[in-house]
């Protein structure tokens, strides 16, 4: 009677569906101090929530540091992730730290900053040379008269970043807006100093008409932000002087409804960290993912930005 009873347990228990593996998918930003990474986080935490067998771990460098992104793959490489999603800081280190990934069985992407040479899966984002096109061409519809002209950049290395300066420059190309020499600074996203080179160009350059940062690092210290532009609101009011930003975060929507700035063009980061997750578990299980997957453009001005602000 013992044995049987052991015999049918045993039965039971392989009846019983087996217990769901959970995949832990790390998203690693270029900064954790920056907000536009907080939204990918933030897609990626409720898309893992939804699928259910799926954990969103987000660790990246506190400032941008190329150097500590790699040395935070490498440790999360040694402890097993089942997949990496990247925003590439600096294309050469990203480069052997994703080959040292996959080498190791573990599927990689990148997302809002690629590194197209790699031997990552896919690329989740924006397109940058649009992305920077649309910046341009923004610009120019509203100051066709043209002027002199001056842009913010993050990282030197970054190369979604040097595909929107050139996306801006090709849109801006046979107009009569002229790049200044120095044209672009780049402020590593630290967010302070984006908003200090930005009164740096104008107090070097009085006749400055506009600056166009390709990223929102000015905008994300709404007080220094605000400081700034406060000097030459009535220039931006009559368009003697624009400012034409990267990104659509609420805190700069709300900024250009109070007149701080001229026109925005956002990105989709929340849909980037989602898709992230999506396309990570697809690889896992040993499906194909699209290699390229965009996620899109917001063109906003003060005509529109109640819309966004909903």
């Known amino acids: 009677m013992r044995k049987m009873l052991l015999a049918a347990v045993a039965l039971a228990a392989l009846a019983l569906p087996a217990a769901a593996e959970t995949y832990r998918f790390a998203v690693v930003p270029?900064?954790?101090?920056?907000?536009f990474f907080d939204l990918a986080r933030d897609g990626c935490v409720k898309r893992a929530k939804e699928l259910g067998n799926v954990?969103?771990?987000?660790?990246?460098p506190v400032e941008h540091e190329p150097a500590t992104q790699a040395q935070i793959i490498q440790d999360l490489i040694a402890q097993g992730v089942d997949g990496l999603a990247i925003s590439v800081s600096d294309v050469a280190a990203a480069t052997r730290s994703i080959k040292?990934?996959?080498?190791?069985?573990?599927?990689?992407?990148?997302?809002?900053?690629?590194?197209?040479?790699?031997?990552?899966a896919a690329y989740i984002g924006t397109n940058n040379k649009d992305f920077g096109r649309a910046l341009g061409e923004?610009?120019?519809?509203?100051?066709?008269?043209?002027?002199k002209f001056a842009m913010i950049s993050g990282g030197p290395a970054a190369k979604n970043l040097a595909e929107r300066v050139e996306g801006v420059r090709e849109a801006l190309k046979g107009s009569k807006w002229e790049e200044i020499p120095g044209s672009p600074?780049?402020?590593?996203?630290?967010?302070?100093?984006?908003v200090q080179q930005m009164q740096d160009l104008k107090t070097a350059n009085p006749d400055l008409a506009a600056i166009v940062p390709v990223g929102g690092w000015p905008m994300f210290a709404p007080e220094g932000f605000k400081s700034f532009?406060?000097?030459?609101?009535?220039?931006l009011e009559d368009g003697k002087f624009?400012?034409?930003?990267?990104?659509?975060?609420?805190v700069q929507l709300e900024l250009l409804k109070e007149g701080y700035a001229n026109g925005l063009v956002g990105q989709r980061p929340f849909e980037m960290g989602e898709k992230a997750m999506d396309?990570?578990?697809?690889?896992?299980?040993?499906?194909?993912?699209?290699?390229i997957i965009y996620t899109g453009l917001d063109r906003v001005t003060p005509a529109n930005v109640d819309e966004l602000l909903k």
Do not use: H, Q, W
């Open 100 to 120: 040292a990934a996959v080498d190791a069985g573990i599927p990689v992407i990148t997302f809002d900053a690629d590194a197209p040479g790699s031997a990552r």
């Open 279 to 291: 396309a990570l578990l697809a690889l896992k299980k040993g499906e194909k993912v699209e290699e």
């Open 242 to 250: 624009t400012l034409v930003v990267a990104d659509t975060l609420r």
């Open 55 to 60: 954990e969103c771990i987000y660790k990246g």
């Open 138 to 147: 923004m610009l120019l519809e509203m100051r066709p008269e043209g002027g």
């Open 185 to 194: 600074l780049f402020c590593n996203d630290d967010i302070a100093l984006g």
């Open 229 to 235: 532009a406060s000097k030459y609101k009535k220039d």
């Open 30 to 35: 270029k900064a954790m101090n920056n907000p």
